[in-house]
């Protein structure tokens, strides 16, 4: 003999459980949601500190660029003249030629100095850059995270829709009437 509330009993299980999984879905899709939007905060963030820092550092650079340049041109253009200095002795012109020609070796190696300085600003800019492709990064995973989230609402309402079908189903069944329980 069969027992028609255990088939009953069953679709009500089984709606529990789809209001279950439905929950649950509810639940990682505002995960996801807070996740995305958390992200894109962080990214709206980091972006904008990135572009103020780029800024920053290519003002910066403009700046050191000019005057370094302005002042070591100064020093490696610096002539002698030696109708300039008619008190000198051809000694004394030979020291202060001398003297000349290292501060023009210097400020040569100066220059080279400072270009590596700037090639490492040039770097630290290309860091902040770095961090706004980051901050992009992090856009995107925030618009595969809301993507999955419509995802995730969708099959809740499938699985709630489903399960509201099983309760229906279930209490049709405990409407209809078993034959065999009529006959006794």
């Not at 820092?53 to 370094?68: C, F, K, P, V, Y």
């Not at 020093?75 to 030696?82: A, H, K, Q, S, V």
């Given at each position: 003999?069969?027992?028609?509330r255990?088939s009953v ?5 089984r709606?529990?459980d789809?209001?279950?999984t439905?929950d649950r ?8 949601d807070e996740?995305a939007?958390?992200?894109?905060t962080?990214?709206?963030k980091r972006?904008?500190?990135a ?10 650079i403009?700046q050191i660029?000019r ?6 041109a ?6 002698l003249d ?5 008190d000198?002795?051809?000694a ?6 001398a003297?000349?020609?290292e501060?023009r070796r210097?400020a040569?190696?100066d220059r080279?100095a400072?270009?590596?300085l ?5 770097r630290?800019?290309?860091d ?14 925030a618009e ?6 419509a995802?995730d ?5 499938r699985?709630?829709?489903d399960a509201?079908?099983d309760?229906?189903q279930?209490?049709?069944?405990r409407e209809?009437?078993?034959?065999c329980?009529?006959?006794r």
């Amino acid at each position: 003999m069969s027992h028609p509330r255990s088939s009953v009993d069953g679709r009500d299980d089984r709606a529990a459980d789809r209001d279950d999984t439905a929950d649950r879905r509810d639940d990682t899709t505002r995960d996801r949601d807070e996740a995305a939007h958390q992200r894109d905060t962080e990214a709206d963030k980091r972006d904008e500190q990135a572009r103020d820092s780029a800024d920053d550092l290519t003002g910066h650079i403009r700046q050191i660029g000019r005057q370094i340049v302005d002042r070591l041109a100064r020093i490696e253009n610096t002539t002698l003249d030696p109708a300039d200095w008619p008190d000198l002795t051809p000694a004394a012109l030979a020291r202060l030629e001398a003297r000349i020609t290292e501060q023009r070796r210097l400020a040569g190696l100066d220059r080279a100095a400072i270009g590596t300085l700037l090639d490492e600003i040039q770097r630290a800019l290309g860091d902040r850059r770095h961090d706004r492709m980051g901050a992009g990064n992090d856009r995107r995973a925030a618009e595969q995270d809301r993507h999955h989230s419509a995802g995730d609402r969708r099959d809740a309402r499938r699985d709630r829709n489903d399960a509201e079908r099983d309760r229906n189903q279930a209490a049709i069944e405990r409407e209809q009437v078993d034959p065999c329980v009529i006959d006794r």
